[in-house]
């Protein structure tokens, strides 16, 4: 079956959970910002759980179903609605041939994933169907889906309506958003003073902001130790020879705006950065707006392994539930 | 050169190998990287070799991030006696230096630039001690490069020139990114030039611009239907300055299916390129007159 986009909403494009292997030739691992909300949107309808869903930024979009589906809208708080009919977020219901499947204004978080039963079925490009646009790589053409495309979808045998995820589960970052961050990589760079002022000030989200990386602003500029720059780092303290990034890798060009690299991140360049966000938090920033505020935690790595097993254990609880 | 060794999150072991630029770096960089490879430690998804850097991706639920340090550790006295030696290739890239479209992208973004008043290759030129901006071009074709990272954007190469530090051409970056760079802008930045594989952002100085494409996610063009990548780290490269006739040409004859980039299978050995470089190169780039 296929479904038929009336609207597209603001920026909607098709994740999964990525095509790892390529990021040594720039080809970042792409796939959902917020994994834990795709992983259980994909198990209210009864999809592998890296099935390919759409990513909603912001503003939803419009789509007609040309056969009956069971559907799950899952991260951002954004209203459903099936022809005018309020839906339950974090709930699987059925979408009937012929019917639309629309959103009111966003309330809450940023990305909203819609899992329709059977997922959907557009050709995948190295191993998955995430957009990787920069690249022009999976979802449709290499691009986010337009309004008139037609989008193809699996047959599912196992969806039901009626699933829903308890309260305690539906994962939104707290304002604000506590973001922990294993210091490392260049974090020799800066002063001990900026290391401090780094972690006490509070950082609001700047505009710019998507699945390549998050700029924060309104902290303190960070100061760097003197040194000689090294041959072929380039002349501003912030530079470094370029080397490899880490997903959630924090640099700071010429000391003053943060930038954390997301799911779609260059792969090398050169900037020093201080550290990165830990693995348990990222899907945390997909789901902030700009504007929203952010205090950085440092933790070490045995509570990065802490926060990583809880967050594991939770999805297990609901796999459990809704198994 | 000293190692430092240290965690990217919880996901990432992150080895500097030196925290300036050099082949011996370089090397060391690959052959640890290659070294984790041949390891094939359970739980690493993703090995990148960079200039003098490489980093490790692995899933912490299947190795402990302190467990994949020490093993990643013990690699490193097994690469120091790898030979710095590799079958590789060297191939030539057709340049159009001084192109109309990168000179219209630098004309539109000239206030984020060091030196508004000229181009980009004016002021890489002077500030490289050159007489001329012809003179300046001839130093950046004139001798071979090495591939020493793909990255950033998809397939983008990073070159390192292969001649003395002293000869090495160094120009800073712009002062705050373009928004805007064409497709196989030839640029420059550090001591590092690079082509841009897609349209997009940039903050290297643009020199000119190649008719031979590097990246295709279609894999539609002739030399590239096997993998969508052209490069790889430890290919090295000759650029070949070309006239407005003969890229259009080349533009005509990739669009046509029937482009080849001349290519030739080489060996490059670190210790014989430190002892006589001249000669190296000249060997080097002898192969392109067979291919």
């Known amino acids: 079956m296929t479904l038929r986009i009336i609207n597209h909403g603001l920026s909607t494009s098709i994740q999964d959970l990525g095509r790892p292997g390529y990021f040594h030739l720039g080809i970042p691992l792409g796939g959902a910002m917020d994994r834990f909300s795709l992983r259980v949107a994909n198990m209210l309808v009864g999809n592998p759980e890296d099935a390919a869903c759409f990513e909603v930024v912001f503003l939803g979009p419009k789509i007609e179903f040309t056969k009956t589906a069971i559907v799950a809208v899952t991260g951002a708080e954004l209203p459903v609605r099936v022809d005018g009919e309020p839906r339950d977020n974090w709930s699987s219901f059925e979408v009937k041939a012929g019917q639309v499947l629309s959103f009111d204004f966003l309330k809450s978080g ?21 957009t990787y646009p920069i690249g022009a790589l999976g979802g449709v053409d290499g691009r986010n889906i ?9 047959t599912s045998t196992s969806a039901t309506a009626g699933l829903n995820v308890k309260e305690e589960f539906r994962r939104l970052p707290e304002s604000p958003a506590r973001l922990r961050v294993l210091p490392g990589l260049y974090w020799h760079r800066i002063t001990e003073a900026s290391g401090n002022s780094f972690f006490e000030d509070e950082w609001t989200v700047a505009p710019e902001a998507d ?84 205090k950085f935690e440092k933790v ?12 594991k254990q939770m999805l297990a609880r609901i796999r459990k539930e809704l198994g | ?38 390891a094939k430690i359970n739980g690493v998804t993703e090995i990148c070799p960079a200039n003098a850097s490489f980093q490790v991706r692995f899933d912490p639920d299947v190795i402990e991030p302190e467990e994949m340090m020490r093993q990643v550790k013990k690699l490193e006295a097994k690469a120091e006696g790898a030979e710095k030696r590799m079958d590789t290739r060297i191939v030539e890239i057709p340049v159009l230096y001084q192109d109309p479209w990168t000179h219209e992208t630098l004309m539109r973004f000239r206030e984020r630039h060091q030196d508004p008043t000229g181009s980009d290759l004016d002021y890489a030129a002077r500030i490289n001690g050159y007489a001329s901006v012809e003179d300046f071009i001839t130093a950046h074709h004139s001798q071979p490069w090495f591939v020493s990272m793909v990255g950033f954007v998809a397939g983008l190469p990073f070159l390192y020139q292969l001649v003395e530090r002293e000869k090495q ?28 594989s897609v349209r997009g952002a940039g903050g290297y100085q643009m020199f000119g611009i190649t008719p031979m494409p590097i990246y295709d996610p279609e894999q539609k063009i002739s030399y590239l239907k096997e993998f969508m990548v052209f490069f790889r780290p430890g290919d090295i490269v000759k650029w070949k300055p070309i006239e407005r006739g003969e890229y259009d040409e080349i533009v005509a004859a990739v669009e046509a299916g029937t482009y080849q980039p001349r290519i030739a299978e080489v060996e490059f050995d670190l210790e014989d390129f430190n002892a006589d470089m001249a000669g190296t190169n000249a060997r080097l780039m002898e192969a392109l007159n067979d291919a």
């Open chain 1, 110 to 130: 940023a990305r909203a994933y819609i899992a329709i039963g059977g997922g959907i079925d557009t050709p995948p490009a190295l191993g998955s169907r995430s």
């Open chain 1, 146 to 154: 337009e309004a008139g495309d037609e989008i193809p979808v699996g």
């Open chain 1, 211 to 294: 699945r390549m990386g998050y700029r924060f602003k309104g902290g303190r500029p960070l100061e760097f130790v003197d040194r000689e720059q090294p041959f072929g780092a380039g002349a501003d303290p912030s530079n470094i020879v370029d080397g490899c990034y880490s997903y959630g890798s924090i640099q700071v060009p010429g000391g003053k705006e943060p930038i954390v690299l997301h799911r779609d991140a260059v792969s090398g360049g050169g900037y020093f950065t201080l550290g990165a966000i830990i693995s348990a938090d990222m899907d945390f920033i997909g789901q902030l707006q700009p504007h929203a505020t952010v």
């Open chain 1, 300 to 311: 070490d790595l045995a509570g990065a392994s802490l926060a990583r097993a809880e967050r």
């Open chain 2, 1 to 38: 050169m000293k190692t430092r060794y240290t965690h990217g999150g919880d996901e990432h072991i992150y080895v500097e190998i030196d925290d300036e630029m050099s082949l011996d770096a370089f090397f060391k960089s690959l052959s640890m990287s290659n070294a984790v490879r041949d």
């Open chain 2, 169 to 196: 051409l160094q120009v800073p970056k712009y002062l705050s990114p373009r928004t805007d760079t064409p497709k196989l802008t030839v640029g420059y930045g550090g001591c590092f030039s690079c082509i841009y």
